[in-house]
């Protein structure tokens, strides 16, 4: 009897560690200043050697310029938001919503060969992950540009 319990034990810690390897969903909603009509998507890379790009969602900006965005992730990841080629990346939080404001948006989008420029955003809520890894790109910049040399 001893030995089926801690069977059973193992048994269900496996079960329940699985759990958390799931993905759950994940929204990024919000308004698109002047991009009524164009499409935004959500990426993210499939493959860091390659670089290769996975589409996770896509949506068209509605009139009222509000777009609505849903997707899986497991834990943290990159993602990109897209708008013709205009682009921005944060790491994204598997479960959470992400409400922002998009502006300075080129319409119509330039060709696909151009330079991706970066959108202007505006998080309705602190973002403080991404908070934390701008704070910390923006003093390693700082202390890689003061001390290349030596």
């Known amino acids: 009897m001893k030995k089926m319990c801690v069977r059973f034990l193992i048994f269900s810690l496996f079960l329940m560690s699985n759990l958390s390897v799931f993905a759950l969903p994940t929204f990024v909603r919000g308004k698109a200043i002047g991009g009524v009509g164009l499409f935004i998507r959500v990426t993210t890379y499939a493959d860091r050697l390659s670089n290769e790009i996975e589409i996770l969602d896509l949506d068209e900006i509605k009139t009222d310029e509000h777009f609505d ?25 598997s479960g959470k919503t992400y409400e922002l404001q998009i502006e300075n948006i080129e319409s119509p989008p330039r060709s696909a060969l151009a330079e991706h420029k970066a959108l202007h955003v505006t998080w309705a809520k602190t973002n403080s992950l991404n908070e934390a890894i701008d704070n910390f790109n923006y003093e390693y910049s700082q202390f890689l540009e003061a001390n290349f040399i030596a």
């Not at 849903?70 to 834990?75: A, P, Q, V």
Request: glycine share 8%; charged share 20%; no cysteine.
């Open 69 to 93: 965005l849903g997707f899986d992730i497991n834990l943290f990841q990159e993602i990109f938001v897209e708008i013709g080629n205009q682009r921005f990346s944060f790491i994204a939080e």
